[in-house]
């Protein structure tokens, strides 16, 4: 076979193995229409503590302490802690004058959130004892509430939930292609992959953001240790791994801000592909035979989420790539190549397309943004996914640091819906 013909031949059976990967995920796309989530049982008021690590956030922060202090849940349930990771600016003292308790770390050799979360929960633990709170939540600086938030999330811890995730909403989706893209595919995560997770009754995944956990949990996994470039995802697997489930509440919304430039955008999801492949590289193993254990669908459907995608990317480029120019340098006609490539690249397109169409059409009320864009950005949102392909393929290769992310979004609940 030549060179040529063996690319279109490589994109087939690529295509292929995508499919038989995510095949499952379009059984997820009927899901929150086809099955209801069980109604929740008798509520008890469960005392918290709110996590927050900011590093030069004191434009956003006091936002965020404004929500919290605006909870319907009892006030004298919820005590806010926030580390002040290696700040610079005023965001302790902006942190104490909102109400919080702040503990200050300086430590720029553990960079990384996962270093600050362990750093804050040894001093709570220090300061408050082991029994003081039943659960924790964990919040980005840059993220507003709703006024409900803690109280629906509530509901599902007295469900029996150990580890609880939220409904992630966008402060920015307006502000260009790349917000949008971001908005799109974390909307896109909580209604057709965690909320389809939970009315089937496998595990949900924690993203980044608003999301708890108990106090039994933090216990069981011995304070937090989870200090890969995507902590919250290697919290998510080991304790899938570990047999316990994470539930999923739709009623609790956050809103987060999402990066505008590609630089910022590129380093962001460049260290999370890099975190995927160190999770994997961790637990890999682990995974692959939980597969066959009673915790085995969702073993598999972590395994999906952190693996195949990065892998099966990087295959089908450097594979055109490298035939491609090869079929240059033999001087052979290489409009099968191109053609092969341009037909995956459309499909990919048009399949892409619909998933955030199907998004954006089910969550349109809750989309803040125009109707002109709320449209557009929904044929730029398969853009926006093709420039994963390049940075799956630099993940691989380059070394990777956590580097944070700035946060100019400044504005209140009242403002983004």
């Known amino acids: 076979m030549q060179p040529i013909e063996m690319i279109r031949t490589i994109n087939y059976v690529l295509s292929l193995i995508f499919v038989i990967c995510y095949a499952y995920q379009f059984v997820y796309l009927a899901v929150p229409y086809a099955v209801r989530l069980k109604p929740h049982g008798p509520v008890k008021m469960h005392r918290y503590a709110v996590l927050i690590s900011a590093r030069n956030e004191q434009a956003v922060l006091p936002l965020l302490l404004k929500t919290i202090a605006g909870q319907d849940y009892p006030a004298e349930l919820i005590t806010t802690f926030v580390v002040a990771d290696n700040c610079t600016d005023g965001t302790a003292a ?3 004058a909102s109400g919080a308790v702040v503990y200050e770390r300086f430590n720029k050799n553990q960079v990384g959130k996962g270093y600050a979360l362990n750093f804050l929960l ?11 709170f039943d659960g924790y939540f964990v919040f980005d600086a840059d993220n507003l509430l709703t006024e409900n938030y803690i109280t629906e999330m509530n509901k599902t811890f007295s469900d029996g939930y150990q580890i609880i995730t939220s409904y992630r909403n966008s402060k920015n989706y307006g502000d260009n292609w790349i917000s949008a893209g971001y908005a799109l595919w974390f909307l896109r995560e909580a209604k057709y992959l965690n909320h389809a997770r939970m009315a089937l009754g496998t595990s949900c995944a924690v993203s980044g953001t608003g999301f708890m956990f108990s106090g039994d949990i933090l216990r069981q996994c011995g304070g937090w240790n989870f200090f890969l470039l995507t902590e919250d995802i290697q919290f998510t697997v ?4 570990h047999g316990n489930t994470v539930g999923y509440c739709p009623d609790a919304m956050l809103y987060d801000e999402q990066p505008v430039t590609f630089r910022q955008s590129w380093n962001q999801r460049l260290r999370w592909a890099k975190g995927y492949l160190q999770v994997f590289r961790s637990y890999g193993r682990s995974l692959l ?10 073993c598999f459907d972590m395994t999906m989420t952190i693996m195949p995608a990065v892998i099966v990317t990087a295959l089908c480029l450097v ?16 409009a099968i190549a191109l053609q092969s490539f341009a037909q995956l690249a459309f499909n990919c397109y048009w399949f892409m397309f619909a998933v955030g169409a199907l998004t954006t059409i089910s969550e349109w ?8 864009k709320k449209i557009f950005f929904a044929f730029t949102f398969p853009l926006f996914m093709f420039t994963y392909i390049p940075i799956s393929v630099t993940a691989l290769f380059k070394r990777v640091h956590w580097t944070p992310i700035e946060h100019r979004v400044a504005i209140g609940l009242d403002h983004v819906r």
């Open 319 to 334: 594979c055109n790539v490298t035939l491609t120019v090869f079929g240059i340098i033999t001087a052979q006609n290489i």
């Open 365 to 372: 009320k809750k989309i803040h943004t125009s109707t002109f």
């Open 94 to 96: 902006a942190a104490r």
């Open 289 to 298: 035979r939980g597969i066959f254990s009673k915790r085995g669908f969702a």
């Open 122 to 132: 040894n001093r709570i633990r220090a300061d408050y004892g082991d029994d003081a």
């Open 238 to 241: 080991h304790n899938i791994v």
